[in-house]
């Protein structure tokens, strides 16, 4: 069956940085976009970031650009999350999900997205 296993998830002091990892198994991962989403205690999960199947576009929450950056490696089934410059505001349980689209631009909505992981907790300290 399709699993999505993020790792990488620790605390960090503000200002630091942080790599997640997203990986797959159980599908053809080149025929599939990639989001990663947060959800902080009390609140609705938001979209982060997200990367298309081949890894040609990429699109970013307003809260995060410039200092995440996703990225991903198809021969290893994997998608990346470079945080840098965290605040404590990112601190969150940070999911990865995908779905299959072979389209040059992805969705930013959670409900499009077929398949989940379990997520990986992020706290960034003050």
């Known amino acids: 069956q399709v699993q999505l296993i993020e790792s990488g998830g620790r605390l960090v002091h503000a200002g630091g940085s942080l790599r997640l990892d997203c990986a797959a198994s159980g599908l053809t991962f080149r025929n599939y976009a990639v989001g990663w989403f947060r959800q902080a205690l009390g609140q609705e999960r938001e979209f982060v970031s997200a990367?298309?199947?081949?890894?040609?576009?990429?699109y970013y929450a307003d809260s995060v650009k410039g200092r995440f950056s996703i990225s991903r490696d198809n021969a290893n089934n994997t998608v990346y999350l470079q945080m840098n410059s965290l605040k404590p505001e990112d601190t969150a349980v940070y999911y990865c999900?995908?779905?299959?689209?072979?389209?040059?631009?992805?969705?930013?909505?959670?409900?499009?997205?077929?398949?989940w992981g379990q997520g990986t907790q992020v706290t960034v300290s003050s």
């Open positions: 999900a995908a779905y299959q689209s072979g389209w040059g631009i992805v969705t930013r909505v959670a409900q499009e997205y077929d398949h």
């Open positions: 990367i298309t199947y081949n890894g040609r576009s990429t």
